[in-house]
């Protein structure tokens, strides 16, 4: 019979596991926990959208869309897309739901997002990102919080050494056109010079060439009109307001006057948190004000600004944190034994402990497995325990054993402290973690 070819995964997807997958539930717990901090509410949004929810949002013209998508006809004959970026999902939630009367909203949401593009070191087809945003709010300040929430965000992970906060003004309506016009008016200028990708953005997309990383646009770009000078008094205002803020706030930024979003919709701030430590692809949190499109949806005019980014490059930054432990396993020897460890770690685990049972393998393969679970001790239970009504109990920091009577009782009636419980199980004397802080019952 022949061999069956077993399916290889499918390119640009990753399974994760250990470590990885530590690294990758510690970014996103972090996340979790610094969101709540700042008062944003989660949100859960569908993987799959229609496809004009992309197409309205990140324009026709774009990459993504035009290269990037997965998009496909569903049964019904509608065209939908696997979601290559949160934020056109969560502005269409938010007209479709009837959010407007809970703004300014502040939400946060995570997980996979798709585009099909060529793989490489931290770039899946299949990534995950981490995603704030401030919906309803035109003020600077809002600009601000989301920028002081990156930056302990980063803190917090462990990875802000090394990293830079790029900032940058695209102005109001009127300043952004006005510079839009006069780069305009430049490129055409230089068109000899341009490379295939610059002359096809030069009319829809100028601001693109500014980014440009090929050698020759680079050479016209460093020379091209500055958003500065055409910047209204207004404009000017609120890119104070959003540095004095940082400033204030202790937020290090260096200015970044390149630094810009292509889309009509985006105003005021656009920034990066960048790092040399991934190679080219440098940026590992970025964002901006996008007060354009949730109009372009077929909402009315709302202000919004955001931010998001990727869980694996952050995840390749941060390592694994701290080491999760886990307070007891079990290691049943015989049947019988199994059969009263099953009782017993059940009642742990009731009381908010961390346990595991260790059933298969000789005592010392079974303690090499509870100490590399990076637990704080073993119970011991085997037929001499089972007859003497006895647990034998070992901290695996200290080496420290001893033997417990032990007390059969069913799970403690409400009210009933954690001491007494612990006391009535046999299992006092011994220090360990319980809701993340050191705890002795006894």
Same mark, same amino acid.
């Given at each position: 019979?022949?061999?069956?070819? @077993?399916?290889? !995964?499918?390119?640009?997807? $990753?399974?994760?596991?250990?470590?990885?997958?530590?690294?990758?539930?510690?970014?996103?717990? @972090?996340?979790?926990?610094?969101?709540?901090?700042?008062?944003?509410?989660?949100?859960?949004?569908?993987?799959?959208?229609?496809?004009?929810?992309?197409?309205?949002?990140?324009?026709?013209?774009?990459?993504?869309?035009?290269?990037?998508?997965?998009?496909?006809?569903?049964?019904?004959?509608?065209?939908?897309?696997?979601?290559?970026?949160?934020?056109?999902?969560?502005?269409? *939630?938010?007209?479709?739901?009837?959010?407007?009367? #809970?703004? /300014?909203?502040?939400?946060?949401?995570?997980? +996979?997002?798709?585009?099909?593009?060529? /793989?490489?070191?931290? %770039?899946?087809?299949?990534?995950? $990102?981490?995603?704030?945003?401030?919906?309803? =709010?035109?003020? !600077?300040? =809002?600009?601000?919080?989301?920028?002081?929430?990156?930056? $302990?965000?980063?803190?917090?992970?462990?990875?802000?050494?090394?990293?830079?906060?790029?900032?940058?003004?695209?102005?109001?309506?009127?300043?952004?056109?006005?510079?839009?016009?006069?780069?305009?008016?430049?490129?055409?200028?230089?068109?000899?010079?341009?490379?295939?990708?610059?002359? *096809?953005?030069?009319?829809?997309? /100028?601001?693109?060439?500014?980014?440009?990383?090929?050698?020759?646009?680079?050479?016209? *770009?460093?020379?091209? !009109?500055?958003?500065?000078?055409?910047?209204?008094?207004?404009?000017?205002?609120?890119?104070?307001?959003?540095?004095?803020?940082?400033?204030?706030?202790?937020?290090?930024?260096t200015r970044n006057a390149?630094?810009?979003?292509?889309?009509?919709?985006?105003? #005021?701030?656009?920034?990066?948190?960048?790092?040399?430590?991934?190679?080219?692809?440098?940026? &590992?949190?970025?964002?901006?004000?996008?007060?354009?499109?949730?109009?372009?949806?077929?909402?009315?005019?709302?202000?919004?600004?955001?931010?998001?980014?990727?869980?694996?490059?952050?995840?390749?930054?941060?390592?694994?944190?701290?080491?999760?432990?886990?307070?007891? &396993?079990?290691? +049943?020897?015989? &049947?019988? *034994?199994?059969?009263?460890?099953?009782?017993?770690?059940?009642?742990?685990? %009731?009381?908010?402990?961390?346990?595991?049972?260790?059933?298969?393998?000789?005592?010392?393969?079974?303690?090499?497995?509870?100490?590399?679970?990076?637990?704080?001790?073993?119970?011991?239970?085997?037929?001499?325990?089972?007859?003497?009504?006895?647990?034998?109990?070992? #901290?695996?920091?200290t080496g420290e054993e001893? &033997?417990?009577?032990?007390?059969?009782?069913?799970? !403690?009636?409400?009210?009933?402290?954690?001491?007494?419980?612990?006391?009535?199980?046999?299992?006092?004397?011994?220090?360990?973690?319980?809701?993340?802080?050191?705890?002795? /019952?006894?």
């Amino acid at each position: 019979m022949a061999k069956i070819q @077993t399916p290889q !995964p499918v390119r640009g997807t $990753q399974d994760m596991y250990g470590e990885t997958e530590e690294r990758f539930a510690h970014v996103v717990s @972090t996340f979790e926990r610094v969101r709540r901090l700042y008062g944003f509410k989660g949100l859960q949004l569908p993987v799959i959208e229609l496809t004009a929810v992309f197409s309205r949002s990140l324009g026709e013209a774009t990459d993504v869309v035009s290269k990037e998508m997965y998009t496909f006809d569903d049964r019904g004959g509608d065209s939908v897309t696997l979601r290559p970026e949160f934020t056109a999902g969560i502005a269409r *939630a938010y007209l479709t739901n009837g959010w407007q009367q #809970h703004a /300014p909203m502040k939400v946060t949401t995570h997980g +996979p997002l798709f585009r099909y593009e060529r /793989p490489q070191k931290g %770039r899946y087809r299949q990534f995950h $990102q981490i995603d704030a945003e401030i919906i309803g =709010a035109a003020e !600077p300040q =809002a600009d601000v919080e989301l920028l002081v929430m990156a930056d $302990q965000l980063l803190h917090e992970l462990g990875i802000n050494e090394g990293v830079t906060l790029e900032l940058n003004t695209l102005g109001d309506v009127a300043s952004r056109d006005a510079w839009r016009a006069a780069l305009i008016a430049y490129f055409n200028d230089h068109k000899d010079v341009l490379s295939e990708d610059s002359l *096809a953005r030069l009319e829809k997309n /100028p601001l693109r060439i500014l980014d440009s990383k090929d050698p020759d646009d680079r050479g016209v *770009a460093h020379a091209a !009109p500055r958003i500065d000078d055409f910047l209204s008094g207004e404009a000017q205002d609120f890119f104070g307001a959003v540095t004095a803020g940082l400033d204030a706030a202790g937020v290090a930024w260096t200015r970044n006057a390149k630094l810009v979003r292509g889309l009509d919709y985006y105003r #005021h701030t656009a920034f990066e948190f960048t790092t040399d430590r991934l190679g080219a692809q440098g940026t &590992v949190l970025g964002g901006g004000r996008y007060d354009g499109l949730i109009e372009n949806l077929g909402g009315p005019a709302t202000p919004a600004v955001g931010w998001a980014a990727g869980i694996e490059r952050l995840a390749m930054l941060a390592g694994r944190g701290q080491k999760a432990r886990t307070d007891y &396993v079990l290691i +049943p020897i015989g &049947v019988q *034994a199994e059969v009263y460890c099953a009782s017993l770690i059940a009642k742990l685990r %009731r009381k908010g402990l961390f346990c595991d049972m260790a059933f298969k393998g000789n005592v010392k393969k079974r303690m090499q497995r509870a100490d590399a679970a990076n637990a704080r001790a073993v119970i011991i239970v085997g037929d001499a325990e089972l007859a003497s009504r006895t647990l034998k109990v070992k #901290h695996l920091e200290t080496g420290e054993e001893a &033997v417990r009577e032990r007390v059969e009782i069913e799970r !403690p009636e409400n009210g009933a402290s954690y001491t007494e419980a612990c006391l009535l199980h046999g299992l006092g004397g011994l220090t360990f973690n319980q809701g993340g802080k050191e705890f002795s /019952p006894a």
